[in-house]
């Protein structure tokens, strides 16, 4: 019945067949305050933090995967520059840009 609670479905239920076994006005007080406590603070704002952490763990794994390609741009811009830099010290004429591409 928490989970009842904490998915919203069929909560008001509970509350409800427990308030009518006690005949006590203080007890259906008391009983419906608790429940509308627990589906507030569990169904609502712990659906909430689950599905934050949800999405910041699925934002956090695209950005590794950027990550990681970016610092693969960025080795064969190195390896480029390193080409280039000797081709201008011997003063030859640079290569085909086929050569100087890094095999993927």
């Keep these: ?9 069929g909560w008001y239920e509970i509350p409800e067949t427990i308030a009518r076994e006690n005949g006590s006005v203080q ?10 406590f627990i589906v507030v603070t569990g169904g609502i704002f712990g659906l909430s933090i689950v599905n934050a ?5 699925m934002v956090a794994d695209n950005n590794q995967e950027l990550e990681l390609r970016i610092t693969r741009l960025e080795n064969k811009i190195d390896i480029l520059i390193e080409k280039l830099e000797e081709a ?8 085909p840009a086929s050569d100087l591409l890094p095999e993927a």
């Design 53 to 57: 952490i949800f999405v910041d763990e």
């Design 1 to 9: 019945s928490i989970f009842k609670m904490f998915t919203l479905e």
């Design 27 to 36: 007890m259906e007080f008391f009983t419906k305050f608790y429940f509308i």
């Design 88 to 95: 201008r010290e011997s003063k030859t004429d640079f290569p």
